[in-house]
Nanobody, 123 residues
Framework: VQLQASGGGLVQPGDSMKISCAASGGTITNILMGWFRQAPGKEREFVAALRWRNPNTYYADSVKDRFAISRDDAKNTVTLQMNTLKPEDTAVYYC?????????????????WGQGTQVTVSS
C-alpha cells in the first residue's frame, strides 16, 4: 500500500486547511487510517484516525472540535479538515495505515506511512 499526502501549505491563524491522503497499490478495506504530526524538535504525535467502514473517529484532545477526519471510499482517500488553525498546529503531517483493531494512537503499530506534508500556521 502506498500513501500519498497532499494539500499542505502556509495559512494564517484562524484559517482552515484540508489535507488528503490517497491510498493505492493494495486492498485498503479493513484498516485503520490515521494522521500524525511532528513539529521541529518535538516527538511525533497522534492527531486523528478512523476505521474503514466504521463510523467511529478518534482525535487528540488538542485538535478535538477543530479538526475532522473523513474518508471517500470510492477514491480510497482520507481527508483531514483543519479549522481554526493555531501556530502550534504547525508541523509535518503524516498519514498512516495499519491493521483494523490497533489502538489509533499507537504509531508503532501502523504498517504504512505517507511522505508527509508541511502545514505552517503563521501571521
Amino acid at each position: 500500500v502506498q500513501l500519498q499526502a497532499s494539500g499542505g501549505g502556509l495559512v494564517q491563524p484562524g484559517d482552515s486547511m484540508k489535507i488528503s491522503c490517497a491510498a493505492s497499490g493494495g486492498t485498503i478495506t479493513n484498516i485503520l487510517m490515521g494522521w500524525f504530526r511532528q513539529a521541529p524538535g518535538k516527538e511525533r504525535e497522534f492527531v486523528a484516525a478512523l476505521r474503514w467502514r466504521n463510523p467511529n473517529t478518534y482525535y487528540a484532545d488538542s485538535v478535538k472540535d477543530r479538526f475532522a477526519i473523513s474518508r471517500d471510499d470510492a477514491k480510497n482517500t482520507v481527508t483531514l479538515q483543519m479549522n481554526t488553525l493555531k501556530p502550534e498546529d504547525t508541523a509535518v503531517y503524516y498519514c498512516a495505515a495499519g491493521p483494523l483493531y490497533i489502538r489509533p494512537t499507537d504509531a508503532d503499530k501502523y504498517d504504512y506511512w505517507g511522505q508527509g506534508t508541511q502545514v505552517t500556521v503563521s501571521s
